[in-house]
């Protein structure tokens, strides 16, 4: 359990809950034509990724590091990029597609690393995240076309 694997789970930790929280701003605030359909869009993807932020900060005290929770800490880990502003439904659509396939590439570095530390549990979890984060990408593509 290296600081490296440790340093880079935060980032993906953060980063994911930026992600979670930046899809739940789209799913209050989205409006437009295609408004029930985005809203529950939305809703079906934040639901899931909140769904296993207490896993992984869970999985960061395991490997002997303690679990960040809060705005500064966030901000400076985190590599998904904030969002003010109220977008159209589109892009929305766009940038949490943007940062979903951000969040593949980011989890997959950290997954790299619990590989190679022989962290089998955590990177077997991590996998599942890629593979969760590749599921909410192809919904939001599928959606923009
Ligand atoms: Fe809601």
Redesign the pocket.
Known sequence: MSDQLIKAAKIGFASQYSFFLKAAFF??NVEGINFQEL?ALF?RIYTEVYGTVDDFAEKIRTLGGYAPASNSRFSMLTQIEDETEILSAEAMVAELLQDADHMVTIIKKVYDIAEAEGEHGFSNFLAERMDAFRKHAWMLRATLK
């Open positions: 799913h209050w809203h809703e």
